[in-house]
């Protein structure tokens, strides 16, 4: 089981939940990201960020293992 797929259902949510709270409309396509297939570096670093950095980049995409995903500071 992906890493991702284990925080999704940790969280108690679908793919649908998933998918909108990363833009995404189609389940299928939640389903290959999990599966590791498609997943864009705009797609990882935003699974990163959802996910407080518990699901990282290069968990996503290996080839992007040196990339840091820096949070936006609160006002």
Same mark, same amino acid.
């Given at each position: 089981m992906? #890493?991702?797929?284990t ?9 649908g939940? +998933?998918? *909108? ?5 189609s ?7 999990e #599966?590791?297939?498609g997943v864009?570096?705009?797609i ?5 960020r +959802?996910? *407080? ?11 992007l ?6 949070s936006?500071?609160?006002?």
């Amino acid at each position: 089981m992906s #890493k991702l797929r284990t925080w999704r259902l940790s969280r108690g949510w679908s793919q649908g939940d +998933l998918g *909108s709270r990363l833009g995404i409309r189609s389940k299928g396509q939640v389903s290959r990201i999990e #599966k590791g297939v498609g997943v864009t570096t705009d797609i990882a670093i935003a699974i990163d960020r +959802l996910t *407080s950095g518990e699901v990282p980049v290069a968990a996503l995409r290996p080839d992007l293992h040196d990339v840091r995903v820096i949070s936006a500071l609160a006002p």
